[in-house]
């Protein structure tokens, strides 16, 4: 059975950093493109960033750019989202999502989410 399971999440005063991390079992973690979203109390959720299977393209939510850098390790099947300069805006449940397309197939898994929360 798939599992992915996030951590590094807290309270952290503005301005201040985390750093993020997904790890994958029971997938073939390097064919998947993985992804970061959140979901703040009473909003969408949202994608954050993205990177894909091999590492060598990544995107990012405008919102995020700059301050946010989405890498991975294959060889750990573990995604992580390093998060500087955080704002209150950034507090959310954030959650890891691994997203393939399998002979015309969507695969799509996702973790259980951890709470980040940017206040003084």
């Known amino acids: 059975q798939v599992q992915l399971v996030e951590s590094g999440g807290g309270l952290v005063q503005p301005g201040g950093s985390l750093r993020l991390s997904c790890t994958a079992s029971?997938?073939?973690?390097?064919?998947?493109?993985m992804r970061w979203y959140r979901q703040a109390p009473g909003k969408e959720r949202e994608l954050v960033a993205s990177?894909?299977?091999?590492?060598?393209?990544?995107n990012y939510t405008d919102s995020v750019k700059g301050r946010f850098t989405i890498s991975r390790d294959n060889a750990k099947n573990t995604v992580y989202l390093q998060m500087n300069s955080l704002r209150p805006e950034d507090t959310a449940v954030y959650y890891c999502?691994?997203?393939?397309?399998?002979?015309?197939?969507?695969?799509?898994?996702w973790g259980q989410g951890t709470q980040v929360t940017v206040s003084s």
């Open positions: 990177i894909t299977s091999n590492g060598g393209s990544t």
């Open positions: 029971e997938l073939t973690f390097r064919s998947y493109t």
């Open positions: 999502n691994a997203f393939r397309i399998l002979f015309g197939q969507r695969r799509d898994y």
